[in-house]
């Protein structure tokens, strides 16, 4: 009996143990049923809020999105008001900027609505431009709307430092080399055949004197990488032309052409305005020019170091250093008379800078959009402003729609013949010698620049800038969309297509401009 007592009292201590552990497991089996029970409610209620909150009123979705922006410009003005007065009134400066933008807004969003099938999609570039038109010349809006020459070649002059900024940027070193002279052939080529042309035939068609016949020239002698980039970038994910490197080509050169057009631009409008012989005036531009190099150099270097790469917020500094240095330039430049060195100082500053730079170029790219796309509404808004039904002539657009023309048939037949010994075949040629048309961006910023300066200092010259403001106004209307129209159909039909992923892609992620 002795001995079986510690028995039982063992076995009862082992039934005890098991009975608490299956309480345990059922209690922690219930609890888990529990949040299980729980998790899935909530996981139905949060499906259920959607539904519940998915009713007129409030709005949700598009309609609250184009309510809450509606308002935020509204106050965007009520806070513009507050702060300026009467200039924020109907006939001020800022009320007319700020109509200006929002006009130019819905008319690229209004584009970009439009959707016709088997067509590519218009650039919202367009639809800003036509903005702009509109307000000039609908009576209604252009009794309230001005805005003064002195603000919209400011901001000109600002929008042309981003694009000069963002071409340099552009600019990638290793693509460069990769392409070697038949980039250089075709961002160089085309357009001084085109601004010879042009000179040509303004010269006998329009009554134009020889220097603003070049003048006119290198306003329609750049293509708009705005056109051009967003188009060969589909052509580039879908495999077209990517084993020949034709998009690689056309982006890479887009930049330098660009470049090449605005200081051709800069070295005739310092002739045309400036008095003394011809050779003095050739002579100091090409001063212009050298001065514009080594302040360019000299800047590109300095940035390179300056700010450290040790510091916190290293790319918002120096994308800041970068425009203050650039805006300073160009618009310095032009105060002091020496034109042609401001574009030039940017482009060669902002390209050695980002040399040195590794991730904070991306950065500093995404920075100078956001720049670009406030100012690009303000830009073509205010260039289509400066075009008035009532003061053109059937005939003078007649001549000019007739120039454009010919100079641009002059430049795609050069381009087809300067891309028969860079190795493509027939189709490739046809291809990027209509890919190398479309105008935008550069028309926009330059042409408005020889009238501005006209109204300034040369009255006596207002027609013939006025002329070249029409020239430039009717290269974007023209080529723009026919430009999109033409890569994007023309593409898949004329370029072979390769599988992306069996290819070694170069295309550096040019920004738009």
């Not at 299980?36 to 139905?44: A, C, D, Q």
């Not at 020889?210 to 060969?232: D, E, N």
């Not at 013949?417 to 190398?436: H, P, Q, R, T, Y």
Request: charge should be neutral; aromatic fraction near 8%.
């Amino acid at each position: 009996m002795h001995t079986t007592e510690p028995e039982n009292e063992h076995l009862e201590d082992k039934n005890i143990q098991s009975s608490v552990t299956s309480q345990i497991l059922t209690d922690s089996n219930t609890s888990e049923h529990e949040e299980t029970k729980e998790i899935t409610f909530s996981k139905t209620e949060e499906t259920k809020e959607p539904h519940m909150t998915n009713s007129a009123c409030p709005p949700q979705g598009t309609l609250n999105k184009y309510i809450t922006n509606g308002i935020l410009y509204f106050m965007l003005w009520c806070v513009t008001w507050s702060i300026s007065g009467l200039d924020s009134l109907p006939g001020g400066n800022l009320f007319g900027l700020l109509m200006v933008f929002y006009f130019a807004m819905m008319g690229g969003k209004l584009l970009e609505l439009i959707r016709i099938p088997s067509v590519p999609q218009l650039p919202p570039l367009l639809g800003m431009l036509l903005a702009g038109f509109i307000i000039k010349n609908v009576p209604v809006l252009s009794e309230f709307i001005h805005v003064s020459n002195v603000w919209s070649s400011t901001l000109r002059n600002i929008a042309l430092t981003i694009i000069l900024i963002r071409a340099g940027l552009g600019l990638d070193p290793q693509a460069l080399k990769h392409l070697k002279g038949i980039c250089l052939r075709l961002s160089v080529g085309p357009c001084l055949i085109e601004a010879c042309s042009t000179a040509v035939i303004s010269h006998f068609l329009m009554n134009f004197p020889w220097q603003w016949g070049f003048l006119l020239g290198f306003v329609v002698g750049a293509v708009s990488p705005a056109v051009v980039v967003p188009s060969m970038l589909n052509l580039q994910d879908l495999g077209y032309g990517i084993k020949e490197g034709i998009p690689t080509l056309l982006v890479a050169a887009s930049s330098f052409d660009d470049i090449m057009a605005i200081t051709g631009f800069s070295t005739c409008m310092s002739i045309v305005f400036s008095t003394g012989d011809v050779l003095h005036n050739i002579l100091s531009s090409l001063r212009d020019v050298f001065f514009g190099m080594l302040i360019g150099m000299v800047l590109g270097i300095f940035v390179q170091y300056f700010p450290s790469g040790d510091q916190t917020n290293l790319t918002l500094k120096r994308a800041c250093l970068i425009v203050s240095l650039s805006v300073s330039a160009v618009l310095g430049s032009s105060r002091i008379g020496i034109h042609a060195a401001g574009g030039l100082c940017t482009v060669i500053l902002t390209f050695i800078g980002g040399m040195k730079w590794t991730k904070e170029k991306i950065g500093v790219r995404k920075i100078t959009t956001t720049a670009w796309n406030f100012l690009q509404p303000l830009l073509f808004g205010l260039v289509g402003m400066e075009v008035s039904v009532a003061s053109l002539e059937a005939n003078t657009l007649g001549i000019c729609v007739a120039t454009l023309s010919l100079a641009l048939l002059v430049r795609i037949s050069f381009t087809f013949v300067l891309m028969g010994f860079s190795g493509f075949n027939v189709k490739e040629k046809i291809f990027i010698a209509l890919s190398w048309m479309p105008k935008a961006t550069v028309q926009a910023v330059l042409g408005p620049l020889a009238l501005e300066r006209a109204r300034i200092s040369a009255p006596h010259l207002e027609p013939y800038s006025k002329d070249v403001m029409t020239v430039a106004f009717l290269a974007i209307l023209i080529t723009a969309p026919n430009g999109a129209l033409i890569i994007d159909l023309l593409g898949p039909k004329l370029l072979t297509r390769h599988d992306p992923k069996n290819i070694n892609l170069k295309l550096p992620r040019v920004e738009l401009h």
